[in-house]
T-cell receptor, first 115, second 107 residues
């Protein structure tokens, strides 16, 4: 148990659906991250929020929309996804700062299947 | 070509063996991470280092900045060490990940 929870753990959705992934951290951290992990590919950093402000958006398609209402919660809103978006989506948090310059604590991930 | 290369991709060892996983990167970095991912997806951060060597229990991580290379060593390996080990680095404004080394330790 890392102190970072994600819901749901598994999600199946059609290409026309709208769904949201939720991440919550209980560590008092100020930075939160979304990652995508596709089969046989390296982890990809999608979004970074520092003190509720989005500081990085690594060329992610607009069908993925992040939201960070406070330092403890992070959402990833999904709409009109494609089958190639099927992957494990991981949330992480850290004290606050540049991604990659602090120890990050990961959630268990949401395994997403787009049909 | 990936900015972070790991070797080997797959590794099988007998319980008790000394294990080394290597990571090479292409440009200057501010920090390097070693992560452990168990089946089912959960990721644990093992080390973050920018120079020298760190040790935690049976795990040792080293980095050589001049050679742009890092190694993760596991002493007295155990079946519970079976996992995917991922190297990641901060390069400029990007955070890059290796494809991972899948380790299986056989009793």
């Amino acid at each position: 148990e890392t102190g970072v929870t994600q819901t749901p753990r598994h999600l199946v959705m059609g290409m026309t659906n709208k769904k949201s992934l939720k991440c919550e951290q209980h560590l008092g951290h100020n930075a939160m991250y979304w990652y995508k992990q596709s089969a046989k590919k390296p982890l990809e950093l999608m979004f970074v929020y520092n003190f509720k402000e989005q500081t990085e958006n690594n060329s992610v398609p607009s069908r993925f929309s992040p939201e960070c209402p406070n330092s403890s919660h992070l959402f990833l809103h999904l709409h009109t996804l494609q089958p190639e978006d099927s992957a494990l989506y991981l949330c992480a948090s850290s004290q606050g700062g540049l991604a990659g310059e602090e120890t990050q604590y990961f959630g268990p991930g949401t395994r997403l299947l787009v049909l | 070509k990936n900015e972070v290369e790991q070797s080997p991709q797959n590794l099988t060892a007998q319980e008790g063996e000394f294990i080394t996983i290597n990571c090479s990167y292409s440009v200057g970095i501010s920090a390097l991470h070693w992560l452990q991912q168990h089946p089912g997806g959960g990721i644990v951060s093992l080390f973050m280092l920018s120079s020298g060597k760190k040790k935690h229990g049976r795990l040792i991580a080293t980095i050589n900045i001049q050679e742009k290379h890092s190694s993760l060593h596991i002493t007295a390996s155990h079946p519970r060490d079976s996992a995917v080990y991922i190297c990641a680095v901060r390069l400029l404004h990007q955070f890059y990940f290796g494809t991972g080394t899948s380790l299986t330790v056989i009793p």
